[in-house]
């Protein structure tokens, strides 16, 4: 039995004439008739009762044609679904993020992307740096906006900078130092640090410590956090400062201050972060081109 088969049934079906079904088909009215014969021997039924007057359909037939257009309704939604999957229109697309570092690039790209593919669930994952590569590597993530370091290579991971945001310090707004309009590096390495945890984020601490390398100086990191918040949390109520990026005011609102650190280039990229040999679905390949084009819009972090 073949979907065709199916097909040319219905036509008989509803329009009760082989005539007009053959028509309709633009096939030969002889090899439709043998189409059908086909199809009740091979259910071993008569599905139509046959007379110079025209068609109608036996008990077995109504029931069928029922059926029938269940099942080539189903066909014609399966056809179109994955259709829409290939055209990237569709399906379920998991997210991995960091929210803090993304909150500039992240919610306007998704909000835009939601508008022109409507049929796409969306699925966001906050995580911490570690989960997002566990994620990556064993397939549960498509995705992960992120950022990342210059110097160091997760394996079986590929990173694509979206933006990259100077090196600055948060500090209290009480803090002597906050007075500064740029704070020497100097001045940065003799306070006590807060950063991230090292178990969930073990790229952070290397990325500090190689920072003040060249002046000889060993970081004094007193306190691991495990997300943001409890960062804004530590270094509002005076246990330490923090090196971050400067869109962090976004989420601490006027709860620190930022400073630049004078004469420093150092930056953190915030990005897309994906499996080497991961397969990224048409949908997730529309939403890294959503990601670029607002990446690429203006900005300032100051």
């Not at 029931?63 to 014609?76: I, M, V, Y």
């Amino acid at each position: 039995m073949e979907l065709r088969h199916l097909r040319y049934f219905l036509a008989v079906a509803e329009a009760l004439s082989f005539t007009k079904a053959a028509a309709q088909l633009r096939v030969a009215q002889p090899a439709l008739g043998r189409r059908v014969q086909d199809l009740e021997d091979e259910i071993g039924v008569d599905l139509l009762k046959r007379s110079p007057r025209g068609v109608t359909l036996t008990a077995e037939g109504k029931l069928f044609l029922e059926k029938t257009r269940q099942l080539l309704k189903l066909a014609d939604e399966s056809v179109e679904q994955v259709r829409a999957l290939a055209r990237g229109q569709s399906g379920d697309l998991h997210i991995g993020y960091s929210p803090s570092p993304t909150v500039e690039i992240l919610p306007p790209a998704l909000a835009a992307f939601q508008r022109a593919f409507p049929h796409v669930n969306v699925l966001l994952h906050d995580a911490s740096q570690r989960e997002l590569a566990e994620g990556l590597q064993n397939g549960t993530l498509e995705l992960a906006i992120t950022p990342g370091t210059t110097n160091v290579r997760i394996e079986g991971i590929e990173f694509e900078v979206l933006r990259s945001y100077p090196l600055c310090v948060a500090l209290a707004r009480t803090h002597p130092l906050a007075r500064f309009k740029a704070i020497p590096l100097e001045k940065v390495g003799t306070e006590p640090i807060v950063g991230f945890a090292r178990k969930d984020y073990p790229d952070y601490f290397p990325f500090i410590e190689r920072i003040f390398l060249p002046l000889g100086v060993k970081p004094r990191l007193i306190l691991e956090c495990d997300s943001a918040s409890s960062l804004i949390t530590a270094v509002e109520t005076g246990r330490g400062i923090a090196l971050t990026i400067p869109i962090f005011k976004i989420v601490s609102g006027k709860r620190l201050v930022f400073r630049p650190i004078a004469g420093s280039r150092e930056v953190i990229p915030v990005g897309i972060a994906r499996a080497t040999n991961g397969d990224v679905t048409p949908a997730g390949e529309k939403f890294c081109e959503f990601l670029r084009k607002i990446s690429k819009g203006s900005w300032n972090v100051f």
